[in-house]
């Protein structure tokens, strides 16, 4: 039996191929690489280009391949974009998942993982973030995840389709191996930018707000590296095969690190200290973003094995090297 994998072309999509073919399962990627990379499939996956929200060929693709579960990770993902587009968030986001559901249903696939987010949550009150706190997203990029959610709750109800929502919090770092890693050149987030720095890709950092209700007065947040999350998918499958009622997991290691933070342990890790500004808050930035991390652990029994910041700044760094040697060759 066959997993499809929508969006197995771009970061996250491409890890959970990795760890899907390292646990020795069939593996189909359906990416139309608007934000992702062919060469990021991996070469023993099978490879469709198409949209997620092709009702037909999806039909088609999991009929030929003999899909049996589906982990949907396809979608649009820049917080401040949503803003400025929210109704094109909701086409890509909302209105193809719904496709994608319609497609699992019609064609009886048993099983759908989702990519959800920490911003179904919000401005949230609480600090750690537990999975029972009040959704109240603050983006429509938010909104766009959090409607998927219920569909996939509503569906569940009336279909024989089990589903685990992962609400992932900040996700970094990059293959230890070396097989793949963040590559989107206009990535804004904040690990892969403080490297870019550290290389001299960029002049300088900026960090967005020191006037934060926080120890340093930078924003918290809970990195968790892109390895250990395809794992726990990996682990939200097989619970899932075994019976597994659908529910929801946040996933983060529950511990914050403040901007600051951060930009010493690249600063430390490259050796290189490079030039940070102090710039005004972005607009829709929460103060703290740490999850609740329980339920994943008691759950699936998914043990993080790379719970340091070093670790993954050292890997989201050497990913960053392996770019710039690949655009090097590439001149
Ligand atoms: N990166 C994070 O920190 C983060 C945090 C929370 C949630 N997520 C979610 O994880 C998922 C993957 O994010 P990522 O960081 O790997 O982003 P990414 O942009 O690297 O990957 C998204 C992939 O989906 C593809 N895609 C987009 N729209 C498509 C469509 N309509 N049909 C087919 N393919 C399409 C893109 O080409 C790309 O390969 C997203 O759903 C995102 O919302 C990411
Ligand atoms: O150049 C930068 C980049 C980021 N930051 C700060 O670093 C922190 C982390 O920012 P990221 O852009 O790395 O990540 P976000 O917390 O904004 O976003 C993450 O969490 C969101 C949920 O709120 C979404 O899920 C999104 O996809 C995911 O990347 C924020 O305080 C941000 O202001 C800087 O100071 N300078």
């Not at 994608?100 to 600090?127: H, Q, W």
């Not at 603050?138 to 992962?166: I, N, Q």
């Not at 020191?210 to 999350?229: A, E, F, K, M, N």
């Not at 499958?237 to 010493?264: K, M, Q």
Request: aromatic share 8%.
């Amino acid at each position: 039996m066959t997993v499809l994998v929508t969006g197995g072309a771009g970061y996250i999509g491409s890890h959970m191929v990795l760890a899907l073919r390292d646990a020795g399962r069939e593996v189909v990627v359906l990416d139309n690489l608007s934000t992702g990379f062919r060469w990021a499939v991996h070469p023993e996956a099978a490879f469709v280009e198409g949209d997620c929200g092709d009702e037909a060929l999806l039909g088609k693709v999991i009929r030929e391949h003999g899909v049996d579960a589906i982990v949907h990770f396809a979608g649009s993902i820049v917080v401040p974009d949503s803003v400025a587009d929210p109704l094109g968030y909701y086409l890509n986001n909302t209105v193809r998942s719904r496709a994608l559901i319609a497609a699992a249903v019609a064609n009886g696939v048993p099983r759908f993982l989702f990519s959800s987010t920490a911003a179904v949550y919000g401005d949230a009150k609480e600090s750690p973030i537990v999975e029972a706190a009040p959704l109240d997203p603050v983006s429509p990029y938010g909104t766009s995840k959090l409607m998927t959610e219920m569909m996939l709750r509503d569906t569940a109800r009336a279909h024989p389709l089990k589903y685990v929502a992962l609400r992932y919090f900040n996700v970094a770092g990059a293959d230890p191996a070396g097989r793949s890693g963040q590559s989107s050149p206009r990535a804004t987030h904040l690990i892969k930018v403080a490297t870019q720095a550290a290389l001299g890709e960029r002049t300088h950092l900026d960090v967005f707000g020191t006037d934060y209700p926080t120890p340093d007065g930078t924003c918290l947040r809970d990195y968790i590296h892109v390895s250990d999350l395809a794992r726990a998918h990996v682990l939200a499958l097989d619970y899932l095969a075994a019976g597994g009622e659908s529910t929801v997991f946040n996933c983060g290691y529950g511990r914050g690190y403040s901007v600051l933070e951060v930009i010493e342990a690249v600063k430390r890790v490259s050796g290189v200290d490079f030039p940070v500004n102090h710039a005004p808050r972005r607009a829709g930035d929460p103060a703290a973003l740490v999850a609740g991390a329980g339920r994943i652990r008691e759950t699936l029994g998914w043990k993080p094995e790379f719970d340091h910041l070093d670790t993954i700044v050292a890997h989201a760094l050497a990913w960053e090297r392996s770019l710039a040697a690949r655009r090097q060759a590439a001149e």
